[in-house]
């Protein structure tokens, strides 16, 4: 039974930092994709970062720049540093594992987390 935990979000004020964390259990984590999600009130789950075993990373355009996806395969973690923080970005914040080797699409994905709220305050 694959288990992910994030961890991490909170109430902050625009600019502010945050890290997000994952912890993943109950397979082999080293050789599948793992991928950070969010999803605003009444808006669709969006594609925010993906990183590959082999430490590659996508990101979604807008997200370039502000975002930093990083996984540690030995302690089976992957993390989100988001920077800057807007409003905009006030989102409840989900990570996803994949058996692939490259996903960047939500339903590509087989293993979510339940999600932690990220909230940005003006």
């Known amino acids: 039974q694959v288990q992910l935990v994030e961890s991490g979000g909170g109430l902050v004020q625009a600019g502010d930092s945050l890290r997000l964390s994952c912890a993943a259990s109950?397979?082999?984590?080293?050789?599948?994709?793992m991928g950070w999600f969010r999803q605003a009130p009444g808006k669709e789950r969006e594609f925010v970062a993906a990183?590959?075993?082999?430490?590659?990373?996508y990101y979604a355009n807008s997200r370039i720049g502000r975002f930093t996806i990083s996984r540690s395969n030995a302690k089976n973690t992957v993390d989100l540093q988001i920077n800057s923080l807007k409003p905009e970005d006030t989102a409840v914040y989900y990570c996803?594992?994949?058996?692939?080797?490259?996903?960047?699409?939500?339903?590509?994905?087989?293993?979510w987390g339940q999600g932690t709220q990220v909230t940005v305050s003006t």
């Open positions: 990183i590959t075993w082999t430490k590659n990373t």
């Open positions: 109950g397979s082999a984590f080293s050789s599948d994709v």
């Open positions: 996803a594992k994949a058996h692939k080797l490259l996903a960047l699409n939500w339903d590509e994905y087989d293993y």
